[in-house]
């Protein structure tokens, strides 16, 4: 529905049952495998997309700092994965290791080695901080 019906084609259709974390949205807030839903439940339902962290073409932070820390590489996984980080962040602004390890679990990546987006996820926690500590 979202990639061929509505022209999102930011959440990605692999595993199609739940494993990979590339499809992931938010619906109503809550992060979920986009190809768990089925799309008559998620009417008048607030479904945020990669694609809406972007609207005028200007990176989010989350999405800046994967390209600034090498974490995309052939991409497939970034949609999936930028959208788990983002989730992560508001739920936890200060997350530890185990918390940013956690939170990008479920979503498979074969390029990176994770490396480089828990690196991605450090930059913006930092990047944050810097702009929360220039604001004060
Ligand atoms: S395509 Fe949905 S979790 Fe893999
Ligand atoms: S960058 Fe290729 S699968 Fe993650």
């Known amino acids: 529905m979202l990639r061929e019906r509505l ?3 930011g959440a990605k259709n692999a595993c199609e ?5 590339s499809c992931s949205v938010t619906v109503d807030g809550t992060l979920v495998c ?3 839903v089925l799309s008559a439940t998620a009417v008048g339902r607030d479904i945020v997309t ?5 609207p005028d073409g200007i990176l989010s932070d989350v999405q800046q700092a994967f390209v600034d820390a ?12 930028v959208m788990a980080a983002r ?8 997350p530890d290791e185990l918390e940013i390890r956690e939170a990008i ?19 913006t926690i930092g990047r944050r901080g810097a ?4 604001a004060s």
Do not use: H, K, W
């Open 17 to 21: 049952e739940g494993e990979c974390g």
């Open 7 to 9: 022209g999102l084609p």
């Open 87 to 94: 989730d992560l962040l508001a739920r936890s602004p200060q």
């Open 50 to 54: 990669v694609e809406a962290l972007a």
């Open 70 to 81: 090498g974490a995309v590489q052939c991409g497939f996984c970034t949609p999936g994965l």
């Open 34 to 36: 986009s190809c768990l």
């Open 105 to 123: 679990s479920g979503n498979l990546c074969r390029c990176t080695g994770y490396g480089r987006v828990m690196e991605a996820i450090r930059v």
């Open 131 to 134: 702009q929360a500590a220039g």
